[in-house]
């Protein structure tokens, strides 16, 4: 858990670094990002739904995020300054 705490700053830092942009400001919207999510889990209580995943269900939906992550970071062109 430790580990994450430091971890996160660190990739952020290291993005804003590549893309030459605002650390703070990214840091920011990360945080707002995230709490985002989570109101829209508590509101909507989510939690209920993990009675039905079951750790392939999990494993699953990680192998298709990661795709996902991985085609758009090789082939999405973006536009930065």
């Keep these: 858990m ?5 971890l996160r ?4 830092y290291n993005i804003c670094e590549d893309w030459q942009l605002d650390f703070v400001g ?3 919207c990360t ?3 995230n709490a985002f ?7 909507t ?4 739904l993990m009675k039905w995943c079951t750790r392939s269900t999990t494993l699953l939906l990680l192998v298709i995020m990661t795709g996902l992550v991985s ?3 090789m082939n999405v062109k973006f536009d930065l300054p």
Excluded at 9 to 12: E, F, G, K, S
Excluded at 45 to 48: F, G, I, P, R
């Design 26 to 28: 990214m840091f920011a």
């Design 45 to 48: 209580d989510a939690s209920k």
């Design 31 to 33: 945080g707002l990002w």
């Design 2 to 6: 430790l580990l994450c705490v430091f």
């Design 9 to 12: 700053p660190a990739v952020i």
């Design 71 to 73: 085609y758009l970071v």
């Design 37 to 43: 999510f989570l109101f829209i889990y508590a509101v």
